[in-house]
């Protein structure tokens, strides 16, 4: 296993590089997969920062990093605070070549990458805070954020984006059978860009945003539904001496004028009620969720810091499920590749690449 490590301390990072040595400019280096003949995976790991990362021709990975270690006020006993710098390492096992960067993250400098990777490499990301780009890659792309915006261009493989803070932006260049996509953002808007030629059945949700698309109504064919919890069944009618009264005849053409229509409407505005109460306990339950959710990032956040620079990244948790609002499903094109779109506070946005 190739393996490096940099403590960066100098206010434009020094990037690792194959077999622990560094360029004497300190500027870039690179690493390569074991076997260069076959698609490679990289694994990138940054607590904060933002990361760009780029398809080319080529065998190796160059990273570059040209952000800011944080600059920490000088203590007055002379001693010098070595925290404050991020602690980076890159990694090469297996064709898969892993980049994690740990540095303070309250206070601290944020450290930012520019990485260029062969074509057919799939990338995986899991990231606290930062903004996350990738084009010209045709491998699959993993990413996880708890806060950033995530664009990806160029798409032509499977795609998988969770951020709970944060926009998404995909441009699909061409979609691949049996690879489908998947983007949620719990407060941000995802906006989905395809060709118009393309085959895909779509499903979208959200809860307090609109569903929009410039695909005309003969291109993409859709149905709209608002997510209810499964009605609970009626009771059974009680007779005056508290008894279970008879089951009911059914409807028929000589029933009494006038009743049926009336129990009709009663029953209908009986279960709207019940749906609007269901809907504000569905929305309190899915606000005290975040509110863990946050307590749970605020407690990982402290452990990391009273451990240090040097302890593992925490890995970021998976977003609650999105349920309920509104939905909708449909076929573009007669239907193809799955895409699913979802978000609780955002619009989702289907629009023809240009």
Not at 216 to 240: F, G, H, N, Y
Not at 283 to 307: F, M, N, V
Request: aromatic share 2%; glycine share 10%.
């Amino acid at each position: 296993m190739k393996t490096a490590r940099l403590q960066t301390a100098l206010p434009l990072i020094a990037a690792l590089v194959l077999a622990g040595s560094l360029r004497a400019d300190g500027s870039d280096g690179t690493i390569a997969f074991s076997d260069p003949s076959k698609p490679g995976t990289l694994r990138i790991r940054v607590w904060h920062g933002d990361v760009s990362v780029h398809g080319a021709d080529g065998s190796g990975i160059v990273v570059k990093s040209d952000s800011e270690a944080a600059s920490p006020t000088p203590r007055k006993d002379g001693m010098r605070v070595l925290s404050a710098s991020p602690s980076c390492t890159l990694t090469e096992k297996d064709n898969v070549v892993s980049l994690e960067c740990a540095g303070e993250s309250a206070g601290g400098g944020s450290t930012d990458f520019d990485i260029t990777v062969p074509r057919s490499t799939s990338v995986v990301v899991n990231s606290a805070r930062g903004d996350f780009e990738c084009a010209g890659v045709s491998g699959d792309i993993d990413v996880r954020t708890m806060g950033g915006d995530v664009r990806l261009s160029q798409v032509c493989a499977g795609a998988l984006v969770e951020t709970m803070h944060g926009d998404i932006d995909v441009t699909v260049k061409s979609l691949a059978q049996t690879k489908p996509l998947s983007f949620t953002s719990m407060h941000g808007q995802v906006a989905i860009h395809l060709p118009a030629a393309e085959k895909a059945c779509v499903r979208f949700r959200t809860h307090r945003g609109v569903i929009l698309t410039d695909f005309d109504d003969k291109a993409l064919v859709t149905r709209t539904e608002m997510s209810r919890q499964r009605a609970r069944p009626a009771p059974k009618p009680q007779s005056p001496d508290g008894g279970q009264s008879p089951a009911a005849p059914a409807a028929s053409g000589d029933a009494t004028p006038g009743t049926g229509s009336a129990a009709q409407s009663d029953d209908d505005w009986r279960s709207d009620v019940r749906n609007s109460v269901r809907d504000a306990v569905e929305e309190a339950s899915e606000a005290a969720q975040e509110a863990a959710d946050a307590a749970r990032e605020g407690l990982a956040e402290a452990r990391y810091q009273l451990a240090g620079p040097n302890a593992p990244i925490p890995p970021v948790p998976p977003l609650p499920p999105v349920t309920g609002g509104k939905t909708v499903s449909g076929m573009l094109n007669g239907g193809g590749v799955e895409i699913q779109a979802a978000t609780l506070n955002g619009d989702i946005i289907l629009k023809r690449a240009e």
